[in-house]
């Protein structure tokens, strides 16, 4: 993802602002009917990362904690990477 580098934080990608289902469709073309997406900055642990995203602290909606016990998703994938702001 061009997300760190490019100091970015949000859904879209700096690259011609590719949304995740364009991400998803360009690289996983009909194998995932349901697909969703969330990110933490400043965390640096695998666990840290899933156990600060499902409390979902400060989220009125509860977006993340929703996202991940999504109960049509099938798989989960964790990405940790550097980005240029958050450390």
Do not use: A, M, P
């Amino acid at each position: 993802s061009d997300l760190g580098t490019n100091g970015l934080s949000g859904h879209l990608g700096n690259e011609n602002n590719i949304s995740i289902s364009d991400r998803v469709n360009k690289y996983y073309k009909d194998k995932f009917k349901y697909f969703g997406e969330s990110f933490l900055f400043g965390k640096k642990k695998g666990i840290s990362i899933i156990i600060d995203l499902l409390i979902d602290k400060n989220i009125k909606d509860k977006k993340n904690r929703t996202n991940i016990l999504n109960e049509n998703f099938k798989e989960i994938g964790l990405c940790i990477g550097k980005h240029s702001i958050y450390k």
